[in-house]
Nanobody, 118 residues
Framework: QVQLVESGGGLVQPGGSLRLSCAASGIIFSIYSMHWYRQAPGKQRELVATIIPGGGTNYADSVKGRFTISRDNAKNTVYLEMNSLKPEDTAVYSC????????????WGQGTQVTVSS
């Protein structure tokens, strides 16, 4: 059974930092591309950051220079370090594991709330 479990969300003031974690089980973690998505109330889900098996990364323009995605294959965990947070970063953040073939599957975590407010 595949599970992705996010943690690390919470309430933070503008300009603050949070680190989200997503622990995976039931998959060969190292061969999956890992993504962080977010969805704010009334808005479409947005791809925030991606890290591929080889370690290459990509970011949405809105978070470049502020967010860093990383992975620890030994711990089956992907991280999202978020700095200089803004109120517009408020959303439910979810991790996604995407296999390179349909057979490997595509899996989602339950999400964690991030609220940036003074």
């Amino acid at each position: 059974q595949v599970q992705l479990v996010e943690s690390g969300g919470g309430l933070v003031q503008p300009g603050g930092s949070l680190r989200l974690s997503c622990a995976a089980s039931g998959i060969i973690f190292s061969i999956y591309s890992m993504h962080w998505y977010r969805q704010a109330p009334g808005k479409q889900r947005e791809l925030v950051a991606t890290i591929i098996p080889g370690g290459g990364t990509n970011y949405a323009d809105s978070v470049k220079g502020r967010f860093t995605i990383s992975r620890d294959n030994a711990k089956n965990t992907v991280y999202l370090e978020m700095n200089s947070l803004k109120p517009e970063d408020t959303a439910v953040y979810s991790c996604n594991a995407a296999g390179r073939t349909q057979a490997l599957g595509n899996f989602w975590g339950q999400g964690t709330q991030v609220t940036v407010s003074s």
